[in-house]
């Protein structure tokens, strides 16, 4: 059945299809609406184990992506623009082979 939503609630129902383990965000629009709509599925219980972790920076929410990751859990975190480049330092760091949990 097609049904007609606004284009971040799409986003987020096609984030909570993934399974992610681990959210962290940090509100900046125009995700805000993205990660508001995630935690409600959290809290609801809609994604299982799922936890949603409430950051103070956009460097820090990729930086526990990233620890998530590391540990083997499906993460997400969202952006916009201006947060990409605060948390650009965190971005590099990401794709380094030392982060890799695999050998």
Known sequence: MLKQIEGSR???EALALCRPEVICAYPITPQTHIVEALSVTV???DLGRCEFINVESEFAAMSVAIGASAAGARAYTATA???????????YRSGSPRNS???
Do not use: D, F, H, I
């Open 10 to 12: 799409a986003v987020a």
């Open 81 to 91: 623009s201006q947060g990409l480049l605060y948390m650009s330092e965190a971005v």
């Open 101 to 103: 949990p695999c050998p």
């Open 43 to 45: 809290k609801r219980g």
